[in-house]
């Protein structure tokens, strides 16, 4: 009987043992779970936030792009418009030499006209004579000979005027360039 007690204490102790370490084996598998969860969630975390931050930035991109798009909608009309607005600026300069009561009115017409314009965003672009070439301000139609050595590579003439709609360029101002 005492045999018996002994090996009945050895099987439990066996089945302890068997037990702690069955049971070890399923703390580790789940302590390995836990981990591949939380990367898992740190991997998700790090593409919402990627997501997130791409979003917004097409938010401010969009944003942008719909403001660009308010300042310059009426391009097309306004570009159109433009040479009228030159063919009065003609008219208005030869009205000016010969004197009369058509003078007034036409004056009037073209302050109004060219008002309306501005004030839709149009303005001429800032070009002088004298003022120094640049080829992304302006449009050289012809090279001539400068007067002077002071004149090569500036503004000789402005045949045409330039124009902008808010900050772009939509038509350029044709000049005279001295050699």
Known sequence: MAKKAATDDT???GTKKSASASGSKATAK????????????AQEKDKFLRLFAEFENFKKRTAKERLELFKTANQ???????????????????????????DEGFSLIYNKFSEALKS???????????DVFDAELHE?????????????GKIIDIIEKGYQLGDRIIRYPKVVVGQ
């Open 11 to 13: 099987k439990q102790k």
């Open 140 to 152: 050289a139609i012809t090279q001539i000979p400068a007067p002077n050595a002071a004149d090569k």
């Open 76 to 102: 097309e009309v306004i570009t159109a418009l433009i040479p009228v607005l030159d063919d009065f600026d003609r008219a208005n300069q030869q009205i000016q030499k010969v004197e009369g009561s058509v």
């Open 120 to 130: 839709n965003g149009l303005k001429a672009t800032e070009s002088k004579i004298g």
């Open 30 to 41: 789940l302590q390995k779970q836990v981990e591949s969860l939380q990367d898992e969630l």
